[in-house]
């Protein structure tokens, strides 16, 4: 009896790159010969990019929604982020109030639908509040190198207040998933580390600054890449309140041209992308830190 040869990674690899080959092949014959749907796949670029005669190649509808929706995700990762780490803390806490606020906050917007966040602070912040501080008026009226940062940065005056809505509300739902990862994070540590710091005469914010923290971090870094690639996947749903970011401008698109495969399948390109930089940037760093840990070990 021959003994079992496990296969190599390799090897599966190409079956499987060859198994979804095969799978797109197929689909495309069934929606050619079946939905009898005419390709035009040559019209799709001038959609991503267009020829201006003052300023030359610039960006048309689907690079534009796609740079809206790397703002969009930059913004709310850069609130969630200190958001998720407050609540973390919060929840890892000795005391039993701080452990209810940061429980509350995180159980609270877990268990909420995103959608019904979106038109709370949608109706409420950009209808309510944002109005009283005046700020498309107050960026009209700044240097013009204010308002081409503003535009490049955030968003044109006119969708100011609906992108700093949708960027909230982003911010605070993911910051909630966010908080749970920092506490399980914290939570993974020995028991001997803390120990360790208790025996040199720390106090509990030292070994968090010079101890904890820093080991969780490392454990932190995969789940946090997943809760980023989540943000920029959970952006797609601001698209309900007119926010021009990469999903909307893609139903514009597939409305105004019936180009329906094209644009999705060109949407669903650009997503994955940017998802897959940030998948490929979180391994590198962890890499780096895992190098960095065994250095100093």
Request: charged residues 15%; glycine residues 6%.
């Amino acid at each position: 009896m021959l003994p079992y040869r496990r296969p190599r990674w390799g090897q599966l690899d190409t079956i499987l790159l060859f198994f979804l080959v095969g799978l797109f092949i197929y689909l495309g014959y069934r929606i050619n010969t079946g939905l009898e749907y005419r390709w035009n796949w040559q019209v799709i670029p001038q959609y991503l990019v267009r020829h201006d005669p003052q300023d030359g190649w610039v960006p048309n509808l689907l690079v534009q929604g796609l740079l809206t929706t790397i703002r969009l995700s930059f913004w709310s990762l850069l609130l969630a982020l200190p958001m998720g780490l407050f609540a973390g803390l919060m929840r890892t806490s000795l005391h039993l109030l701080n452990q209810l606020i940061g429980g509350t906050y995180v159980i609270l917007l877990r268990n909420l639908p995103p959608l019904v966040l979106i038109f709370i602070f949608y109706f409420f912040i950009s209808d309510q509040i944002l109005p009283l501080l005046n700020i498309a008026e107050k960026i009209a009226l700044a240097p013009e190198w204010v308002q081409k940062l503003s535009l490049w940065m955030v968003a044109p005056p006119d969708q100011l207040e609906a992108f700093i809505a949708a960027v909230m509300t982003l911010a605070l739902f993911e910051g909630a998933y966010i908080g749970e990862i920092v506490r399980a994070g914290i939570n993974s540590i020995e028991t001997g580390q803390w120990e360790a710091g208790r025996a040199l005469g720390m106090r509990r914010w030292q070994l968090l600054q010079e101890i904890i923290l820093p080991q969780a971090f490392q454990r932190m870094i995969p789940p946090l890449a997943g809760q980023a690639i989540s943000t920029i996947k959970d952006s797609a749903i601001v698209s309900v309140i007119s926010i021009q970011e990469l999903t909307f401008q893609g139903m514009e698109l597939m409305a105004a041209t019936y180009l329906t495969f094209e644009v999705w399948i060109t949407v669903t390109l650009l997503y994955f992308v940017l998802t897959y930089s940030c998948s490929w940037l979180a391994g590198r760093l962890e890499v780096r830190l895992s190098r960095a840990y065994l250095k100093t070990c």
